[in-house]
């Protein structure tokens, strides 16, 4: 296959990475697995008492393409807000943040105006997280077509 320069200069400017995985530090990786399973519906593939790997439902849009989560068994406890957090959008935010809540979850409060659109939330670890405000209508209808 040839390239023409300015693909040759773009495929060659373009890093060869992908993400594979999000990594999670916790002291009890079994326990924190069980609520970002139950919270995602996502299937353990791998799991040892210092580990543990979720991945997306297989065959799902989001198998091989959502990075894996990765829970690390670390000595400490959380002690400071996350450098990095996820980010969920939901179809429904209220009926999400009230079935996360009673899987463990609990509103946080980092700052944030009463305003936004968001709910920051913290898995039982202590891991903050943002359930979106659901697409709309017409953005559903968008990304459909895209």
């Not at 040839?2 to 773009?10: F, G, V």
């Not at 400017?13 to 594979?20: A, F, S, V």
């Amino acid at each position: 296959m040839s390239h023409t320069p300015a693909e040759a200069d773009n495929s060659a400017n373009t890093p060869g990475l992908r993400i594979q995985c999000l990594s999670v530090d916790t002291h009890d990786p079994s326990r924190i697995a069980d609520f970002w399973q139950a919270a995602l519906g996502w299937r353990r593939t791998y799991e040892d008492q210092d580990e543990v790997a979720l991945e997306p439902p297989s065959g799902s849009p989001e198998d091989g393409v959502s990075p894996d989560l990765l829970f690390l068994k670390v000595p400490e406890r959380k002690t400071v807000k996350n450098r990095l957090h996820v980010c969920l959008r939901p179809t429904d935010q209220v009926r999400e943040v009230e079935r996360l809540t009673a899987l463990g979850a609990t509103r946080e409060s980092v700052g944030q105006s009463d305003d936004v659109t968001w709910v920051v939330m913290a898995d039982p670890d202590g891991n903050e997280f943002c359930v979106l405000r659901a697409f709309t209508a017409e953005e559903l209808s968008q990304l459909q077509q895209a």
